[in-house]
T-cell receptor, first 113, second 114 residues
Framework: DQQVKQNSPSLSVQEGRISILNCDYTNSMFDYFLWYKKYPAEGPTFLISISSIKDKNEDGRFTVFLNKSAKHLSLHIVPSQPGDSAVYFCAASQRGGAQKLVFGQGTRLTINP | DTAVSQTPKYLVTQMGNDKSIKCEQNLGHDTMYWYKQDSKKFLKIMFSYNNKELIINETVPNRFSPKSPDKAHLNLHINSLELGDSAVYFC?????????????FGPGTRLTVL
């Protein structure tokens, strides 16, 4: 039962343009959503997160949008840079108890010069 | 200055052997986790400890036994290794109450069982 889904395994974007990565979830008990970036042979590194009481959070070039009614979130990167090429994971955590993260399967983003 | 470190980075072993992976964090966090990334690239929680106490155990075979000697360390011991145990294992830590809810991950240990 995959509660967090990233339906695009890969995405290719021109440098300087906007990258949009999508994520869907099924569990309405999730109350916090996070995006992680992962380079090969390294651990995931935190990018940005959003609480379920918000619909947008921005940090520099990164913006996360949350649509609770559609159970959908997206990560916008603008402008995209070559160093943004990595695998991006969407994750969610549930209120109460231990904060385990439930991850999507990742989207490989490639920024072309 | 490494925040979450794991040893070894690579581990190649035969089926049936017993092996351990060590994790240490110097962030002063109370909670530590083990995640497994399988061949399909899914990252899944295995265990979590808070101040040396087990708080999450996600239906992992009892061949896997986590041990937390203190809140800065969480080790993973695996008995009778099987081919399906081949994966990348990530350790992570967090501080409950962090506004971002983020967890800090180690670099991973790639385990290959032959």
């Amino acid at each position: 039962d995959q509660q967090v889904k990233q339906n695009s395994p890969s995405l290719s974007v021109q440098e300087g343009r906007i990258s949009i990565l999508n994520c869907d979830y099924t569990n309405s008990m999730f109350d916090y959503f996070l995006w992680y970036k992962k380079y090969p042979a390294e651990g995931p590194t935190f990018l940005i997160s959003i609480s379920s009481i918000k619909d947008k959070n921005e940090d520099g070039r990164f913006t996360v949008f949350l649509n609770k009614s559609a159970k959908h979130l997206s990560l916008h990167i603008v402008p995209s840079q070559p160093g943004d090429s990595a695998v991006y994971f969407c994750a969610a955590s549930q209120r109460g108890g231990a904060q385990k993260l439930v991850f999507g399967q990742g989207t490989r983003l490639t920024i072309n010069p | 200055d490494t925040a979450v470190s794991q040893t070894p980075k690579y581990l190649v072993t035969q089926m049936g052997n017993d092996k351990s992976i060590k994790c240490e964090q110097n962030l002063g966090h109370d909670t530590m986790y083990w995640y497994k990334q399988d061949s399909k690239k899914f990252l899944k929680i295995m265990f979590s400890y808070n101040n040396k106490e087990l708080i999450i155990n996600e239906t992992v075979p009892n061949r896997f036994s986590p041990k937390s000697p203190d809140k800065a360390h969480l080790n993973l011991h695996i008995n009778s290794l099987e081919l399906g145990d081949s994966a990348v294992y990530f350790c992570a830590s967090s501080l409950p109450g962090l506004a971002t809810h983020e967890q800090f991950f180690g670099p991973g240990t790639r385990l290959t069982v032959l």
